[in-house]
């Protein structure tokens, strides 16, 4: 079973669609293995992103994650990470397509609602950022 991590920003979690998004997650199939409420500290966030340090949106980007709490969880199905890639669509919510989480729930392409893994080696990793092995259910 493929595992990734998903990550319901704080925009999406302040406006209250906490539950909208892990029922959209559990209804595709998708089974929650580890899951977590926290607010990411500014440090905790550049450290996450460090991928993204060269893109002139990063200190943006970094200051939006630290805005509120976040829910950061450990999804797992068979093709996990490209399921719940497709579940949340396209970055920018205006070019996601209809239905997909970011579509209905994010704002701009910065505040769009979740977070997904991009592949199986930073899944394992960023997993690992957030979770101990005995935080994950196997
Ligand atoms: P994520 O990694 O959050 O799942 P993604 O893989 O679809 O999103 P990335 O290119 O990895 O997109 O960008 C990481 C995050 O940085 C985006 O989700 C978004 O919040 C923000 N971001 C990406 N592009 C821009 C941009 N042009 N302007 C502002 N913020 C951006
Ligand atoms: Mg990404």
Redesign the pocket.
């Known amino acids: 079973m493929e595992k990734t991590l998903a ?1 319901i ?1 704080p925009d999406a979690v302040a406006r209250g669609l906490t539950g909208d998004i892990l029922k959209r997650i559990e209804a595709a199939g998708l089974s929650i293995r580890a899951i977590r409420k926290l607010h990411l500290t500014r440090a905790q966030a550049e450290l996450f ?1 460090a ?2 340090k060269a ?3 990063y200190a ?2 970094c200051k ?1 994650m630290t805005s509120g709490p976040v829910v950061v969880a450990v999804l797992a199905a068979e093709g996990a990470i490209a399921k719940w ?1 497709e579940l ?1 669509g ?2 920018d919510p205006a070019k996601a397509a209809p239905g997909t989480i970011r579509r209905e729930f994010g704002q701009n ?4 609602a ?5 592949a199986p080696e930073t899944a394992g990793q960023e997993i690992a950022f957030f979770f101990s092995g005995m935080e994950i259910l196997s």
């Open positions: 990550i920003k992103y991928v993204h893109r002139p949106f943006d980007l939006y890639r949340m396209a970055t392409i910065e505040a769009n979740t977070h997904g893994s991009d």
